[in-house]
């Protein structure tokens, strides 16, 4: 099952910077100091991190309300646990993808700096001649 919410934030953060996820990844990880880069992708692998917990969990739940398979005490705990981590993980996928959706539409990109026109130069001053 494709993973709509961190997909869009991955192609919006290579678009934002440029360049492909692996250079930004390699890129952050030359450097020691926290950057906005480095808190976008952190923010990135936790909301694929929350998808590809969602969906083993429902998988999960899935197997276990299958149709003939019977539902004891065991079982309806495992079903309950399954509900709430899905609702964790739903809740900490869409909090990371605010986070990186709001630290995003306050960034942009300028465009290069245009070459300047050179300034004139100022008309050379006439010589005069001093009196005394």
């Not at 990371?96 to 959706?101: G, I």
């Amino acid at each position: 099952m494709p993973h709509p919410i961190s997909g869009q934030l991955a192609e919006r953060i290579e678009d934002l910077f440029g360049r492909p996820r692996a250079d930004l990844v390699a890129h952050t990880a030359t450097t020691d100091r926290p950057t906005m880069l480095a808190a976008l992708l952190d923010a990135l692998a936790d909301v694929e991190m929350a998808e590809k917990n969602i969906e083993f969990q429902r998988e999960r739940l899935l197997q276990l309300a299958a149709p003939g398979h019977d539902i004891g005490p065991a079982t309806a705990g495992h079903l309950l646990d399954c509900s709430r981590r899905i609702t964790e993980s739903a809740a900490t996928r869409d909090a990371q993808a605010r986070f990186a959706t709001a630290v995003m539409q306050s960034l942009h990109r300028t465009p290069a700096p245009a070459a300047a026109p050179a300034a004139p130069l100022p008309a050379p001053v006439a010589a005069t001649a001093r009196t005394r």
